[in-house]
Nanobody, 123 residues
């Protein structure tokens, strides 16, 4: 079972940027897809972005398309989420997860999860 740890969250003003990281344990990082979800207080967890095992395929939620970029560095066992033009509605706990394909993560995430990192967008 792969272990995931997120980092990079914090407090940022509207319009600002943050880059989240998700570090994974194990030697098989490059064999599985990965993705980001978020959950705001009182709301259900929602899909943010997913990336295939070699990074050739990405998916984004409509709410973040054009503002967020998902990427991965298989040599470092790490996935990233670059978040630009942040809005107050982006405030949530962001968690990373694994899956067999990026599409599977988007539709039915059932892999390992990290504990999450808090992102707060406020002036």
């Amino acid at each position: 079972q792969v272990q995931l740890v997120e980092s990079g969250g914090g407090l940022v003003q509207p319009g600002g940027s943050l880059r989240l990281s998700c570090a994974a344990s194990g030697r098989t990082f490059r064999s599985y897809a990965m993705g980001w979800f978020r959950q705001a207080p009182g709301k259900e967890r929602e899909f943010v972005a997913a990336i295939s095992s070699l990074g050739s395929t990405t998916y984004y939620a409509d709410s973040v398309k054009g503002r967020f970029t998902i990427s991965r560095d298989n040599a470092k066992n790490t996935m990233y989420l670059q978040m630009n033009s942040l809005k107050p509605e982006d405030t949530a706990v962001y968690s990373c997860t694994t899956g067999s394909t990026a599409a599977t993560i988007r539709e039915n995430p059932s892999g390992s999860w990290g504990p999450g990192t808090q992102v707060t967008v406020s002036s």
